[in-house]
Every structure is written in structure tokens, then in C-alpha cells.
């Protein structure tokens, strides 16, 4: 890359997202508590021993911490929580999970649940361990928004390390608290080294939110009930979504598309992913504005590798390498229902413009057979 390319970027993100490159790619820090309090959970009657309900004691752990937080201490072990009552995270609280602690949803016929809860609250840090839905085991057929964590009106949450998987919904779902000009927005929220597969309605869900950091994760396999996309930024009429940053992560084997991006949305950095054999689209986006998509592994997926559709506009899509996309269509037939690309239709298996989109510069972009 030439420094003229990489001034260009820079310069892109000033004028179409209002931010720094600094303070798009850096991650919300966590302000540690002011207790230095630590409560096993353990000591307060968990037994982690894959058949007893761990969540009173889970939960007791939790409120003993003093008003100014500390952290609970999770080891190794399978502990069961009653997913209609959850793990309720409040401000100032580190839930530390050892690599091999696992919490696990009973199973249950609920429409909605969730397994850890941050409602409300600032300055909250999850870390480590492995989350279980109860998706295989579920006593019902309905509903579709049962989550593995649920992060609604909450500031400063940082999700570290985490494997979530076997939801009946969503492994992360991220949005605000009521409606209207009351609402709370989600806001600084950052995931890092998080993995979220086998879900069944989406990786990672996001509403009403802002300044979102998704950092070096992975979204995979989703499938059960749609949209069944890797991650998937749907406010549509409950508010915005603002300014988030989606690097350096791999959304794959989805049953719909990798990124998946909806009304309301504006200021969505996608660099340096990978997003590969989704049966949908590599990435989809219907009317929202200042977009970029950056430096990514486009490839294999079922449908073209980047749809840009409704009114989408300022966008920008450089330095991306597009290959063999549109996996679920003959190139001939494809090249016979849609138009091409503004600036070509040689590749229009792997991109696609509408026209009814602006403001859209192409630029960088590799397209292997």
C-alpha cells in the first residue's frame, strides 16, 4: 500500500464516520472496580457439577460483591442455569471464567431467554469460559430469541474470550432499553477473541447501539431459523446503530450471510475479515449510509460476495479480494438477472450495486477466478 492509499483511508474515515482511525481501532478500556473484592462462586454453594442449578449461587456470588464492584471468580466446572431467570451482571462486576468453565442453559420451552443478562449497567467485564444454549434439548418450537448473553442499555461491556454456542436464538445480542426519546443505548461495547457458533438465529445481534468494537472474532455456523446470519446490525425502526468497527474476524458456514446490515445502520467499518462459504451473501447492505468495506477475504459464499441494494449510500469499497461468490447460481444465470456492478459487469458474481444506491467508490479490489 502506498502512503497516498493509506492517506486516502484515513481521509475516507474523517469525512464519511466523523471518528479517528485511532479511536475506531482501539478497544473500550474497562475501568477496573474499586473493590478489589474476589468471591468464588464455589463459596457460595455452585457445585459446577453438570446436573444441580447453579444460578442461585452464581448469583449470590455476584451481590456480595460491595457497591463498588469486584469480580466473581468462576473454576472449572459445568454449572446449569436456569436461563428464565439468568446470570444478572450489574455495574462494576468481573465475571472471570477459567478456560474450562462452562455455563449451561436447562432446557426449557421459553420463546426468550438468556444466560447472562448485563441490563442496564456500566462498566461490566465477562472474560474467558464457554456459554451453552439448549438449543438440542428444547421443549417447544416457538420462539427464537433465546441468547447466550444479552447486553441491552448497558455502557462500557467488554465480552473477552468467550465461546458461546447451541443457543435457541442469538449467541450475543446487543441494543438499547425502551423506545422512543427515553431510550438507553447500548454504547462502547467490545467484543475480543469472542466465538459464537452452532446458534440458531444469528452469531450476534445488533439494535439500537453505539460505538461498537468487534474485534478478532468469529461467527459461525448459524442455522435454524432466519435470517441465520454470522452477524446481523437490524435496528430498523427501534432507533440507530452507530459507528461500529468489525475487524480482523471470520464469519463462515452461516446458513444466511456473513454480515447482513439493515435500516438505521450508519458508520460500519468491515476490515481485514474473513467471510467465506455463507449460503447467503458474503455481505449485505440495504439501506443505510457511510460504509466501508475494507481489506477482506470475500469468497465462496452462496450469493454475491458484497450487495450494495436500496439507498445505501457513501460507501466505500477498497483493497478487498473477491473470489468464486455466488456458489448457488450458475454465472450465466446470474449474469442474466442482474446487472452488473457500476464500472463493469465482468465481476458480478462476487459484487453488485444497485442502482439506486450513491455515492459508491470502488477502488483496489482483487477479483480471482
Request: charged content about 20%; proline content about 3%; hydrophobic content about 35%.
Amino acid at each position: 500500500m502506498t502512503h497516498h492509499d493509506e492517506a486516502a483511508r484515513r481521509a475516507f474515515l474523517r469525512r464519511t464516520l466523523a471518528l479517528s482511525a485511532a479511536t475506531l481501532l482501539a478497544p473500550v478500556s474497562y475501568r477496573a472496580a474499586a473493590s478489589n473484592k474476589v468471591i468464588d462462586v464455589r463459596n457460595k454453594g455452585a457445585r459446577g457439577n453438570g446436573n444441580d442449578d447453579d444460578t442461585a449461587a452464581i448469583q449470590a456470588a455476584i451481590d456480595a460483591l460491595p457497591a463498588s464492584g469486584g469480580t466473581v471468580h468462576v473454576p472449572a466446572g459445568n454449572y446449569m442455569v436456569d436461563a428464565s431467570n439468568a446470570i444478572n451482571l450489574r455495574s462494576n462486576v468481573r465475571l472471570e471464567m477459567a478456560p474450562d468453565a462452562q455455563l449451561t442453559a436447562i432446557p426449557n420451552a421459553l420463546k426468550r431467554y438468556h444466560v447472562i443478562k448485563v441490563w442496564d449497567a456500566d462498566n461490566v467485564q465477562i472474560v474467558g469460559g464457554r456459554i451453552v444454549g439448549e438449543r438440542e434439548q428444547h421443549q417447544d418450537v416457538q420462539g427464537e430469541w433465546g441468547y447466550g448473553i444479552n447486553i441491552t442499555g448497558s455502557r462500557n461491556v467488554t465480552v473477552t474470550g468467550t465461546h458461546i454456542s447451541g443457543c435457541w436464538g442469538d449467541g450475543v445480542l446487543i441494543s438499547a432499553k425502551g423506545k422512543g426519546p427515553g431510550m438507553e443505548m447500548a454504547s462502547d461495547i467490545t467484543l475480543q477473541n469472542v466465538v459464537c457458533t452452532n446458534n440458531r438465529r444469528q452469531g450476534m445481534s445488533l439494535g439500537p447501539c453505539q460505538r461498537v468494537r468487534i474485534l478478532n472474532c468469529t461467527f459461525s455456523d448459524t442455522e435454524g431459523t432466519k435470517p441465520q446470519s454470522g452477524i446481523d446490525l437490524e435496528p430498523m425502526g427501534q432507533g440507530q446503530v452507530s459507528d461500529v468497527l468489525i475487524q480482523g474476524c471470520t464469519m463462515s458456514g452461516n446458513k444466511g450471510c456473513g454480515v447482513e446490515v439493515h435500516r438505521n445502520v450508519t458508520g460500519l467499518v468491515i476490515r481485514q475479515c474473513t467471510i467465506r462459504d455463507n449460503s447467503g451473501y458474503g455481505i449485505l447492505a440495504v439501506d443505510m449510509d457511510n460504509l466501508w468495506v475494507d481489506d477482506n477475504t470475500i469468497a465462496s459464499n452462496g450469493m454475491n460476495g458484497i450487495t450494495l441494494g436500496g439507498h445505501t449510500s457513501d460507501v466505500k469499497i477498497t483493497g478487498n479480494t473477491l473470489s468464486s461468490n455466488s456458489t448457488r447460481y450458475l454465472h450465466r444465470a446470474l449474469k442474466a438477472m442482474v446487472s452488473g456492478p457500476r464500472g463493469g459487469d465482468s465481476h458480478q458474481t462476487d459484487l453488485r450495486i444497485d442502482d439506486s444506491t450513491s455515492n459508491v467508490h470502488v477502488s483496489g479490489n482483487t477479483f480471482a477466478s
